[in-house]
Nanobody, 123 residues
Framework: QVQLVESGGGLVQAGGSLRLSCAASGSILSINRMGWYRQAPGKERELVAL??????????NYADSMKGRFTISRDNAKNTVYLQMSSLKPEDTAVYYC??????????????WGQGTQVTVSS
């Protein structure tokens, strides 16, 4: 009964920017950690960025290659996580997946994934 729906992917030139969004809906009591992962063709899925639920804005963690270029944020009132991507490179081309650890109606935390959104960066 919980869904994560991503949006915002597309085609962009190198050096450009994109903003991804991921909205969680359904029987949600609370959301713990949220994050973004990506998977390029022929490669394993890798972490992009994580954001915790605590404090104002939550604490964040980034993969080294994304630091300074990507910014993760969340709007707890909307159950939504964002990924602002700047200075994009062709090697950022991948399917980007949203992840969330959600306390649902079963009163336990479960992991949920979005369907993925394609980001293509042209050189």
């Amino acid at each position: 009964q919980v869904q994560l729906v991503e949006s915002g992917g597309g085609l962009v030139q190198a050096g450009g920017s994109l903003r991804l969004s991921c909205a969680a809906s359904g029987s949600i009591l609370s959301i713990n950690r949220m994050g973004w992962y990506r998977q390029a063709p022929g490669k394993e899925r890798e972490l992009v960025a994580l954001i915790s639920s605590g404090g104002i804005g939550g604490s964040t963690n980034y993969a080294d290659s994304m630091k300074g270029r990507f910014t993760i944020s969340r709007d707890n009132a909307k159950n939504t996580v964002y990924l602002q991507m700047s200075s994009l490179k062709p090697e950022d081309t991948a399917v980007y997946y949203c992840h969330a650890r959600i306390l649902g109606s079963m009163r336990r935390f479960d992991d949920y994934w979005g369907q993925g959104t394609q980001v293509t960066v042209s050189s």
